[in-house]
């Protein structure tokens, strides 16, 4: 079983930095009692880490393979260990903000070492069993974190949703030094620091403009201006990527619709699936009282379908047009939201979550392993972990815009309903609403009109969180159609998808196949998606099916 260290030691990272994506969504409303946070405050937590995993995974990729993969997945195992330890530290929010910033840099370049590190450990069999179960992990780790996280927060403290990432680090770190090799030489080359700047602060700007119209609304100058900028320094990253020799995203690659679809799908899939869930989250306990641990275990329908739907289609759908698969992925979790909003109105509780959810997670199921596969056989093998890290990438992105967005959803519907019911200044109730803090609302507010605001809030969190859906699940319907009309077959293939040349393979010291920047070689690819999709052939042949 000594074979299997090097992917233990993979595993562990990867599932600490997927799960910490959506681990907090559980504790938030503790994190508002304990450290009087502010709405806008709690969507910084959530989307501070996400930003930065999203924002600088391709980036770290590129610098990885100049100061090696080891050393980089240990780098980053140590910074996520740290900022972990602030994180429960936190003193307020501010701190907290900025620890979890610091997490997602050191989970980036974790993220960005794993197909690396997997490809130097294995060879044949071996490396597409280890592809499968890092698959497998990655594909449920975002839908188990908000019941890992309801477990520690009830069960010890919402501080303890970082803290446990010490130990598991530790051992981590540990196991580098005594499995992990170093089978790869350097890369020689300027790192894209540049692009990497640009791009960060970019997709930063976006972010923060989302937020801010949560607090100040749409017509607010502030927003507008963040916007502006956030599309200058897009087309500044676009204009430096042109340019540069060392470019860590090669646009070329977005001459290709069906690559562009898949990139769309990966970042309309995250928004629509998992981002109602922060909302849900705080309705469920801080409207409707339940514990963290029961408002947790309302996801577990899409976890369990999900998995179930990804392991029991995967050899069903061998062959089948990916576009079709992705299109039907992100149907089911449109559908699966539109049915939530139908069913959570009026006097709505949990129960009213169950059907919908389990329908999206079969969406997730379907559309999720497929995603990365198809992307890396839209394109030259050479560019293959350049291909997967923009997939990682929009996901992670569409996070953080997802919350952001979604925020300003619920808050406007809350919003009309608080005035509707005559509560005095019904913009910060509706505010104090979706982020948690309702609790603190009742006690401040005197016995005679406690009744009616706990009506009210009532009726702002059903209306809110549907609205949430209502949304996710247009986006989810209209993403379905983007991908099957941007995929549809029949149509030339551009320069950057297509028949890839024949390329002389590098050999590492050890005579294993060496990857390509960012990702594994075709064969480790090739044994990727037949472990996790059950779509297997060889690369080639799989573009040809992608068409």
Known sequence: MRKWLPLLTVWLGTFMLLVDVTIVIVALPDMVDDLGASF?????????????LGALVLGAGSIADRVGHR?????????????????????????????????????????????????????GRDRGSAYGIWGAVSGASAAVGPILGGLLTEGASWRWIFLVNLPVSAVAILLCATTLTVAHATVRGRIDVAGMVSFTAAAGCATYALIRANEDGWSAAAVWWLLVVAALLLAGFVAIEARTRHAMSDL????????????????????????????????????????????????????????AVSAALGRVLHGRRPDLVIGAGLLFV??????????????????????????????????????????????????????????NTTRQLG?????????????????TIVAGRGIADPAHVAHAIAGGQTPGLLRATPAAGRHLLDSAAHAAGVAGVQATFAVAGAVGVLASLLVIVLMRPGRPRTAASTARPPVAE???????????????????????????????????ARTEEAQ
């Open 71 to 123: 050393r980089a997945y240990v780098v980053g195992l140590a910074v996520f260990a740290v900022s972990s330890l602030l994180c429960g530290l936190a003193p307020n929010p501010g701190v907290l903000i900025a620890a979890r910033a610091v997490q997602g840099v050191g989970a980036a370049a974790m993220f960005a070492t794993t197909f690396a590190l997997l490809n130097s450990a294995y060879v």
């Open 40 to 52: 806008r405050a709690l969507q910084w937590v959530i989307d501070a880490y996400a930003l930065a």
């Open 506 to 540: 590098a050999r590492d010291a050890d005579g294993a196949p060496e990857r390509g920047p960012g990702g594994p070689s075709g064969e480790a690819r090739a044994g990727m998606v037949a472990a996790v999709t059950g779509i297997g052939g060889p690369p080639a």
């Open 399 to 415: 996070f953080a815009f997802g919350v952001a967005a979604l925020g300003s959803v619920f808050t406007a519907q809350a919003q």
């Open 334 to 391: 449109g559908l699966g939201s539109l049915l939530t909003a139908a069913l959570v109105h009026g006097s709505a509780s949990w129960p009213a979550l169950l059907p919908g959810v389990a329908l999206i997670g079969v969406g997730v199921g379907l559309a999720t392993p497929i995603l990365g596969s198809v992307s890396m056989s839209l394109v030259p093998a050479e560019r293959g972990g350049m291909a997967a890290g923009a997939v």
């Open 252 to 307: 070329a690659l977005l001459r290709d619709r069906s690559f562009v679809a898949v990139l769309l799908a990966g970042l309309l899939l995250t928004f629509a699936a998992f981002t109602t869930l922060t909302y849900t989250s705080i309705w469920l306990q801080s409207v409707l009282g339940l514990s963290p641990l029961a408002a947790g275990l309302t996801g577990l329908p899409m976890s369990v379908t999900a998995i």
